[in-house]
């Protein structure tokens, strides 16, 4: 039976195996493979992706006895195998400026991975701009100010309740004028007001593209970790609102595995250009498949 009293933060195969033994093996049958299909749903990855995962590790094996370590790697490999054509950075043309949307709602760490990405940028040599686009929440703007401070990075504001749009627009001649390589725009996430939000991100990209008609040039959506299957509903909103180009997961640091990025790579393939691994501005890492494997596995 699935070992229940092991805290949630043990691993998917810990979890299967027990860990009374250090050792321990079990005959891969049936009701094995059930439990491990379970484990693997609650993970967040997904039915159908848990389904052929397990169907891949039961394939010749059946009836053998398997160790721990046996199952830790071939389901590494698994999960790895359908992580690494999602691992990609954010890509960087020699578009002057190029144009990144950020989308996601509240909370999920937009204004933390823009301060994270700009620092990040602007160590690489590049020049970076930020605009404030939520807004509507003035903490939201006064925070994307700190990051901006910290990361070295200029923010455009605008007064509380205007037009993001004008100020997008703003943001990309000031952008074009200094020659900035980068120009980051910071969105509302208020999408239990889904129509707005769909109209506003769709204005900011009408007026952008007056200026180039090709920006945004990328479209990254920041989902947080925590919420589990929740980023799942959110990059299907997301995708209707915006042309979501790619994924940020924050707060991979905590005791969420981010299981549902398996799911997220399995459905839509949206390249995963970074990870949030803290609160702090070096705390953004490239997205590591195996590492990640490892650690849902666990
Ligand atoms: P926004 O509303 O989407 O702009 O979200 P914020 O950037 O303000 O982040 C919301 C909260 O999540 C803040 O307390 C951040 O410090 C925290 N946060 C963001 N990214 C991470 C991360 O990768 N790890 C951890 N532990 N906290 C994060």
Redesign the pocket.
Known sequence: TIDHEQPKKAGIVDRLMGRADNSPRRTLDDEMLEQLEELLIASDMGVDTALRVTANIAEGRMGRKVSVNEIKTLLAEEVTRIMEPVARPLPLYTKKPQVVLVV??????????IGKLASQFRAAGKKVVIAAGDTFRAA?VE?LQVWGDRAGVPVMTAPEGSDPASLAFDAMTKAQEDGADLLMI?TA?RLQNRQDLMEELAKIVRVIRKKDPDAPHNTLL?LDATTGQNALVQTEAFQKLADVSGLVM?????TAKGGVLVALADKFALPIHAI????QID?LAPFDPEDFAKALVG
């Open positions: 996601g709602v509240n909370g999920s760490g937009k204004t933390t991975t939201a925070q910071d996430g920041v924050t707060k991979l640091d905590g949030g691994v803290g609160e705390d």
